[in-house]
């Protein structure tokens, strides 16, 4: 059975979208990207259809991230089929959790500010870089890649899978 993550943000084109595409590589290079289902979506439907904020996608690109995500809003039934829903701030795990009808899909959602320990003096939560300059989207990716590397550990051993 897939490991399924879900990466929640506001409106799913610049945040989750990245997460997605940074937690992929992860899979992939680690020889496991097919026990994993890794996908994103937003509390917000406003970008519904659209592919990642042209910064984002620069930014992310001269990682060598190629994000290509259409945006959608979260439904109830990804409640229920993922297993991991990471939120990326506390607006957006209140609006999850309270769109969530069981303490078991309350139980799935993680907060990706746990996973971040290089930048933790000064970030407990990935903020929205939307509003923001360039630093904010290499802020965010920064975040994005400390904090996916933790949580990719903290599956890797609690579920036990071999990695190369
Ligand atoms: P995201 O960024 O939540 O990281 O995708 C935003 C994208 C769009 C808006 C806000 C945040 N917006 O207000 O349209």
Do not use: W
């Amino acid at each position: 059975m897939k490991i399924k993550i879900l990466f929640i943000c506001l409106g799913n084109i610049c945040r989750s979208p990245a997460a997605e595409g940074v937690m992929q590589r992860l899979v992939e290079e680690r020889g496991i990207d097919n026990r994993f289902e890794i996908d994103s979506a937003g509390t917000y439907s406003g970008h519904q259809g659209q592919l990642p904020d042209p910064r984002m996608r620069r930014h992310a690109s001269r990682r060598g991230y190629n994000l290509t995500h259409r945006a959608r809003p979260i439904t109830m039934s990804d409640l229920d089929y993922f297993d991991i829903i990471v939120a990326m701030d506390e607006s957006n795990r209140r609006t999850i959790a309270r769109m969530c009808a069981t303490l078991e899909q309350e139980k799935k959602i993680v907060m990706m500010g746990d996973y971040i320990v290089k930048l933790r003096a000064h970030y407990d939560y990935v903020p929205d870089p939307y509003y923001e300059g360039a630093e904010g989207f290499e802020i965010a990716l920064d975040l994005l890649e400390d904090a996916c590397k933790n949580l990719f550990d903290d599956i890797i051993k609690q579920t036990k899978i071999t990695t190369i």
